[in-house]
């Protein structure tokens, strides 16, 4: 079956610029989880959702930062007034419940370069 | 707070040889730990977990991890490399009563002929 997709694989933004990056789960995944991978690390939680309900935004590391998932499948990261220092692959991540101890299912993520 | 440390942020192997990444992890309890590999371009790919059990964990592509408490480690082991395992390796540990991945910083396998 269809794995995690995410969309687009690569963005190029100004600096100021707004952004929108959009992960459709695997069908029927009642956890989302969004993760930002910096050059050369390893990736760091942004936010997580059950069904519709962000249950942890620890991770967003402004307020610029905003996710979402209205229906309870499709989320989108958005990142308002891009900076330099938001250039990183953002990768999101589903699993069937959520439970700590299941396979969170990777998409190929989103590569962001900010000018 | 958990945390994740990969020591080796580097490794060259030989094609055939055997292999071990080495993971330690910290945590006041016994943690979900994984191992997952990221491939250029490409998303993470499971490879094992362990939450329970037996300390030594089979996973795919012939890898195995064994947990080992008293060293708080979770070290990714293979018998014999092919080409197409180079890639980065990155493991992980979830928290009880938590739901986010916690990675390490990745080791870079090379192989070389």
């Known amino acids: 079956g269809a794995g995690v997709s995410q969309s687009p694989r690569y963005k190029v933004a100004k600096r100021g610029q707004d952004v929108a990056l959009r992960c459709d789960p695997i069908s029927g995944h009642v956890s989302l989880f969004w993760y930002q991978q910096a050059l050369g690390q390893g990736p760091e939680f942004l936010t997580y959702?059950?069904?519709?309900?962000?249950?942890?935004k620890s991770g967003l590391p402004s307020d610029r930062f905003f996710a979402e998932r209205p229906e309870g499948s499709v989320s989108t990261l958005k990142i308002q007034r891009t900076q330099q220092e938001d250039s990183a692959v953002y990768l999101c991540?589903?699993?069937?419940?959520?439970?700590?101890?299941?396979?969170?299912?990777f998409g190929p993520g989103t590569r962001l370069l900010v000018l | 707070a958990q945390s994740v440390t990969q020591p080796d942020i580097h490794i060259t192997v030989s094609e055939g040889a055997s292999l071990e990444l080495r993971c330690n992890y910290s945590?006041?309890?016994?943690?979900?730990l994984f191992w997952y590999v990221q491939s250029p371009g490409q998303g993470l790919q499971l490879l094992l977990k362990y939450f329970s059990g037996d300390t030594l964990v089979q996973g795919i592509k012939g890898f195995e991890a064994e947990f080992k408490r008293s060293q708080s480690s979770f070290n990714l082991r293979k018998p014999s490399v092919h080409w197409s395992d180079a890639a980065e390796y990155f493991c992980?540990?979830?928290?009880?009563?938590?739901?986010?991945?916690?990675f390490g910083t990745g080791t870079r396998l090379t192989i070389i002929p």
């Open positions: 959702f059950q069904n519709e309900a962000q249950l942890d």
């Open positions: 945590y006041g309890a016994t943690p979900y």
């Open positions: 991540a589903s699993s069937p419940s959520g439970l700590n101890q299941e396979t969170q299912y």
């Open positions: 992980a540990v979830v928290g009880f009563g938590n739901e986010k991945l916690t």
